[in-house]
Nanobody, 124 residues
Framework: EVQLVESGGGLVQPGGSLRLSCVASGFIFGDYAMSWVRQAPGKEFQWVSSINSNGLIDRYEDSVKGRFTISRDNAKNTLYLQMNSVQHEDTGVYYC?????????????????RGQGTQVTVSS
């Protein structure tokens, strides 16, 4: 059974940092590209970032470029999202997703599994 379990969310002040984690199980993690998406209250899902299966290629939504960094540790079956210089607009539930592909490009558009999410609230 494929499982994706996010953690690391919480309350953070504007300008602060958070590191989200997503632990994967039930499949060979290193065979799949992965993504982070978020959903703000009352809004649709927004793609945030993707990384290819070997961790060498990543992609970012424009509003998070230079502030967020996606990474993965295939030995630990874990996906990360380092969030720096957070803004009020970054508030939302963050989900990790598995792509049916190995490429970050496809992962930005397509997925087959998604975790339960972790809440990030940016507030002073």
């Amino acid at each position: 059974e494929v499982q994706l379990v996010e953690s690391g969310g919480g309350l953070v002040q504007p300008g602060g940092s958070l590191r989200l984690s997503c632990v994967a199980s039930g499949f060979i993690f290193g065979d799949y590209a992965m993504s982070w998406v978020r959903q703000a209250p009352g809004k649709e899902f927004q793609w945030v970032s993707s990384i290819n299966s070997n961790g060498l290629i990543d992609r970012y939504e424009d509003s998070v470029k230079g502030r967020f960094t996606i990474s993965r540790d295939n030995a630990k079956n874990t996906l990360y999202l380092q969030m720096n210089s957070v803004q009020h607009e970054d508030t939302g539930v963050y989900y990790c997703r598995r792509s049916p592909s190995t490429t970050a490009y496809v992962a930005s558009m397509d997925y087959d599994y998604r975790g339960q999410g972790t809440q990030v609230t940016v507030s002073s």
